[in-house]
Antibody, heavy 122, light 108 residues
Framework: EVQLVESGGNLVQPGGSLRLSCAASGFTFSGYWMTWVRQAPGKGLEWVANIKQDGSEKYYVDSVKGRFTISRDNAKNSLYLQMNSLRAEDTAVYYC???????????????WGQGTLVTVSS | SYELTQSPSVSVSPGQTARITCSGD??????AYWYQQKPGQAPVLVIY???ERPSGIPERISGSSSGTTVTLTISGVQAEDEADYYC???????????FGTGTKVTVL
C-alpha cells in the first residue's frame, strides 16, 4: 500500500523555524517527484513546493521563496520542508503528496498524506 | 501569478447532476486534475488528465475540457458526494502547480 506520513508540525513563534518530514512507503520513492501543499484553517489548497526525483530541480510558490527549502533523502524514502522566518500566514495543515509527473497520471498529486499542523503564533 | 477560478458553491438534490467549472488561461496547454476533500480528511484525486478516472472512483464522476474551462460532473449525486472540490493544473510552462479556489458541493 502506498503511504505517506507527515510529522514535525508544531506551535512556533513568528520568525522561528520548523522542519517537516514525510516518510514514504509502498512505492519506489526515488522514481517520483514529490510535493508539499498547505491549507490554512478554513481556506483552500495552496501548492507550496516540489522537487525532482534526484533533487536537481526545485520549485516554490512566490510567498515562500527564500524562506522555505524542500529536500529529499532517497536512501531514507523521506521528503523534508525546512521552514524559516515563519509568519502568521504560514499557519496551515501541510500535506506531502506524490507528484506523478512523468508517470501515467501526469503532473497530479496522488496519494496524499494525512497532514501535519503548523501554527505560527506568539 | 497564474490563477484558476472556480464557482464558490453548488447545491444539488440527490439523484440530480452537479457541474463544477474551473477556468484558467493555460488550461488549453496543461492538463487539469480534480480532488475531492471531505471535512477533516486529506484530498483525494478523482480525475486526472482532464477526463481520466483513477481506479476506485465511481463512474458517476467525470471530467471534460473545452478551451480555457474544465468541468467536473457528478451524475446521480449521492449524499456521500458532499465535499469540497478543487481543480489543479500548472502554469503555461508546466513549471509551477496551482489549485483552483475550490467549490463546496452541498447535497440538499
Amino acid at each position: 500500500e502506498v503511504q505517506l506520513v507527515e510529522s514535525g508540525g508544531n506551535l512556533v513563534q513568528p520568525g522561528g523555524s520548523l522542519r517537516l518530514s514525510c516518510a514514504a512507503s509502498g512505492f519506489t520513492f526515488s522514481g517520483y517527484w514529490m510535493t508539499w501543499v498547505r491549507q490554512a484553517p478554513g481556506k483552500g489548497l495552496e501548492w507550496v513546493a516540489n522537487i525532482k526525483q534526484d533533487g536537481s530541480e526545485k520549485y516554490y510558490v512566490d510567498s515562500v521563496k527564500g524562506r522555505f527549502t524542500i529536500s529529499r533523502d532517497n536512501a531514507k524514502n523521506s521528503l523534508y520542508l525546512q521552514m524559516n522566518s515563519l509568519r502568521a500566514e504560514d499557519t496551515a495543515v501541510y500535506y506531502c503528496a506524490r507528484d506523478c509527473s512523468g508517470h501515467s497520471y501526469g503532473p497530479g498529486f496522488d496519494p496524499w498524506g494525512q497532514g501535519t499542523l503548523v501554527t505560527v503564533s506568539s | 501569478s497564474y490563477e484558476l477560478t472556480q464557482s464558490p458553491s453548488v447545491s444539488v438534490s440527490p439523484g440530480q447532476t452537479a457541474r463544477i467549472t474551473c477556468s484558467g488561461d493555460a488550461l488549453p496547454k496543461q492538463y487539469a486534475y480534480w480532488y475531492q476533500q471531505k471535512p477533516g480528511q486529506a484530498p483525494v484525486l478523482v480525475i486526472y488528465k482532464d477526463s481520466e478516472r483513477p481506479s476506485g472512483i465511481p463512474e458517476r464522476i467525470s471530467g471534460s475540457s473545452s478551451g480555457t474551462t474544465v468541468t467536473l460532473t457528478i451524475s446521480g449525486v449521492q449524499a456521500e458526494d458532499e465535499a469540497d472540490y478543487y481543480c489543479q493544473s500548472a502554469d503555461s510552462n508546466g513549471t509551477y502547480r496551482v489549485f483552483g479556489t475550490g467549490t463546496k458541493v452541498t447535497v440538499l
